[in-house]
């Protein structure tokens, strides 16, 4: 959140209780969309290294078959559907992101004490691991402190839910003693276990603690040896980094929004870990507020463009965390009969080859779609069909002056209003050809890759962007809309056939409270003083 907002030239200032950031792993998931958000901030480069790219995920039943896998090989989005990661590392790297904001400041050991509305903002009460006390005026505020948020408590936001009985143990071992590249989820009936390869030789096992084993039991070096002891050789000769019991919540935050008060990641909602979305979950939080809070901090909107947050980040996330819970209970039953139903139930389904694609290829991962929100369905459209309110894809591009780009790396961190085969300029006509201009907004015209050099009456203010692999024009041979507004999250704000481009230009800067008259300069140090997010 602070990379974005530094990103646009916001003030912000982080707060973090701790002294130091956390140094034991935590997720160990990544999915691409998180990697496409890393990339939006300029850090994904520096963040791949703690990767593990492609990473299978094999379920077996207590015989070590496998009886379901998981290895999406596509990549839409631009990146891996599955990647294992170091998330301290992970971490690392986006604190070192915010030096390249003056404007962005990190205070270490300073906790939340309370806060208050004032006519302009918002009046932070801050204590010091001293017992001093400051008071921080922002315009907003948003708690990104965990599942027991004390920014969510101070909402008086409830935190609806389950939080489930079962515990589980969790052992993150150096020098894999392994060293099998992916994941496996044992769903064993005597004891279901996972055993995760994240990066840098450190292996994850998770081992259910069973009814009658007490939470120090399950701590004891004797009994991890011992749970550990089918897997491993030699057990005595471990290097663990950590080890420790926890439950697994599925629980949601009544209101992700009161006022100049945000809620984002766990403090949002907390979700199993079988998907491995709890951390990504938070990223698409950052990635789909951070534009708006920079948007109305820059004077590019008013404040109704942050409700959509929470119209549209609600739904997705509590999608997920059906999704999780609803894994869970299926790798998870010790009984023998029911585990020996689900066995048969998924061996049948493997014979299947569109249901195995259907479970190989990820296509059951709820993808977002915002059917309200920052987004204009034009009369008519099917929602389920429609481009409107999910992500565009980002293939690799050539342009004039580079060749084999993300396409993100082109389109860049603020609006872009795309067209295939057309000009967008002449498209949206004059009038709103200056809206957009004033905005900030980059005008793209996609072309066949044997177009992109043809000059004749190219506007000075749109790139020709050529599509390299050909996915672009698939892309639009399945959809019959051909000019896209997209936003800064890459999000197809609006889509439309070329002759309606105007009028859905007039309805977004609508939808999305735009403030037409105001210029800005995306992903630039503003000179003048911003005030405090």
Same mark, same amino acid.
């Given at each position: ?65 496998? =009886? ?163 897997? %491993? ?18 629980? =949601? ?7 100049? %008060? ?20 938070? =990223? ?120 084999? %780009? ?128």
């Amino acid at each position: 959140m602070a990379n974005i907002l530094g990103g646009h030239g916001v003030r912000t200032r982080v707060i973090d209780s701790r002294s130091e950031l956390i140094d034991y792993p935590r997720g160990v998931g990544l999915d691409d969309e998180s990697l496409r958000g890393f990339q939006g901030i300029g850090l994904a480069e520096g963040i791949l290294p703690h990767t593990v790219p492609n990473q299978i995920m094999r379920f077996v039943n207590g015989k070590g078959g496998v =009886i379901a896998e998981i290895a999406p090989t596509g990549e839409p989005f631009g990146w891996p559907r599955r990647n294992g990661f170091v998330q301290p590392l992970v971490d690392a790297e986006l604190l070192k992101g915010l030096e390249r904001y003056e404007k962005v400041d990190v205070q270490w050991s300073r906790r939340l004490e309370s806060f208050s509305e004032t006519s302009g903002g918002i009046a932070a009460t801050v204590e010091d691991e001293g017992g001093g006390t400051s008071v921080v005026d922002a315009r907003y505020l948003i708690g990104c402190d965990g599942g027991r948020s004390a920014t969510r408590h101070l909402m008086g936001a409830s935190f609806d839910g389950t939080t489930s009985s079962t515990r589980w143990l969790v052992i993150d071992v150096r020098n894999d003693p392994l060293g099998a590249p992916n994941i496996y989820v044992g769903a064993d009936p005597k004891r279901p276990y996972v055993s995760v390869s994240i990066a840098h030789g450190i292996r994850r096992f998770e081992f259910m603690v069973l009814p009658g084993e007490s939470d120090e039991r399950a701590e004891d070096p004797e009994f991890v040896q011992a749970m550990l002891a089918p897997f %491993v050789p030699n057990t005595s000769d471990l290097d663990i980094i950590r080890q420790r019991v926890y439950t697994h919540h599925s629980r =949601i935050a009544g209101a992700f929004r009161k006022g100049r %008060v945000f809620l984002a990641g766990d403090a949002a909602h907390l979700m199993p870990v079988w998907q491995g979305q709890g951390y990504n979950s938070g =990223i698409r939080d950052a990635v789909n507020l951070g534009w708006k809070l920079a948007a109305v901090i820059n004077g590019v909107a008013e404040d109704a463009l942050l409700d959509t947050y929470d119209v549209e980040r609600r739904g997705h996330a509590g999608a997920m965390i059906d999704l999780s819970t609803r894994v869970g209970k299926i790798i998870s039953p010790t009984n023998r009969t029911v585990a020996l139903a689900r066995d048969l139930v998924f061996g049948a389904l493997s014979n299947v080859p569109a249901l195995k694609r259907y479970i190989m290829e990820m296509r059951f991962k709820p993808m977002p779609r915002y059917e309200r929100g920052a987004v204009v369905h034009a009369p008519g459209t099917d929602a389920r069909t429609s481009p409107v309110g999910r992500l565009f894809i980002q293939p690799k591009v050539d342009t004039r002056l580079r060749e084999d %780009v993300r396409l993100d790396d082109v389109l860049g961190p603020w609006f872009a209003i795309a067209s295939w085969n057309n000009d967008p300029v002449t498209l949206l006509g004059p009038e709103q050809f200056e809206v957009w201009k004033r905005l900030g907004a980059h005008f793209i015209s996609f072309r066949p890759n044997t177009q992109l050099n043809w000059p004749d009456q190219d506007h000075p203010d749109v790139e020709i962007v050529g599509d390299r692999s050909g996915a672009l024009k698939a892309w639009f041979d399945e959809h019959e809309e051909s000019t896209l507004f997209l936003r800064p999250d890459r999000c197809v704000a609006g889509a439309c056939i070329a002759q309606n481009t105007a009028s859905l230009s007039r309805s977004l800067t609508t939808a999305l409270s735009l403030t037409t008259g105001v210029r800005h300069a995306p992903s630039a140090l503003l000179p003048v003083a911003q005030p405090t997010a």
